[in-house]
């Protein structure tokens, strides 16, 4: 089926929009710091790594006032890190291994729509299968919360996953190697506000192998040794 001429005329209108919005931006970038793009092409040297939600409000750098290249950044929909995912674990070696980053900031944000949909449940679709793990978190917690309002155990529950993943991070073999070899890395979780742009932080941060659980533990790789 054709597409009317007027909405896929709009439809390029928006895009050129965006594309001459670049031209702008980069122009400027560059009146205020002639060196910057060369300098920005020829290195990538962030200490932090930012795990954060897909959410188009939560911009990772602009939150903590930071420019391009001083933060690595993977997001998804409520700020999960699965086992099984390979593109959050990738990430996340990458990061700790190659970048050597100090610090990984796992960042939830009040009214986080995943989380509000697997607190309300219904059938959403795929997103179902992605929020899993939110779902049994909250039937963990469900008769803790249950003299809670909506808005409020939806809140309750943000930072409730943000602990969860910042557990999840440092049950990870990337993460437990760097601090087996001496490497300084911390785990932070915190939660976004959208309603007056600050961060909190849950305390929960984790920066050595005897603060992560014992169960989850590796055991050290032994060293060869020749015979």
């Not at 911009?59 to 086992?83: C, K, S, T």
């Not at 796992?106 to 995943?114: A, E, I, L, N, P």
Request: aromatic letters at 8%; proline letters at 4%.
């Amino acid at each position: 089926m054709l597409l009317p001429s007027l909405f896929v005329e709009s439809y390029m209108s928006d895009i050129k929009k965006l594309l001459t919005q670049n031209r702008q931006w980069a122009a400027g970038v560059q009146e205020r710091d002639p060196d910057f793009f060369e300098r920005l092409s020829h290195q990538q040297n962030p200490d932090y790594l930012w795990i954060g939600c897909s959410d188009s409000r939560v911009p990772a750098n602009q939150i903590i006032d930071l420019p391009p290249g001083e933060v690595f950044v993977h997001r998804n929909v409520a700020n999960l890190l699965y086992h099984n995912d390979m593109n959050a674990l990738s990430v996340v070696q990458y990061a700790v291994d190659v970048l050597q980053v100090e610090h990984i900031m796992v960042v939830g944000h009040y009214g986080c729509g995943g989380v509000r949909a697997a607190v309300t449940g219904g059938d959403n679709g795929m997103i179902d299968y992605w929020l899993h793990s939110v779902r049994e978190l909250y039937s963990v917690n469900r008769e803790a919360l249950k003299d809670l309002s909506l808005d409020d155990k939806v809140d309750r529950m943000c930072e409730l996953n943000v602990r969860a993943q910042v557990a999840n991070l440092c049950r990870t073999k990337v993460v437990q190697r760097a601090w087996q070899r001496g490497q300084p890395l911390s785990v932070h979780g915190w939660v976004y506000g959208l309603s007056d742009g600050c961060v909190t932080d849950l305390e929960c941060t984790v920066s050595q192998l005897d603060d992560a659980s014992h169960i989850h533990r590796f055991d050290p790789v032994p060293p060869q040794t020749g015979e």
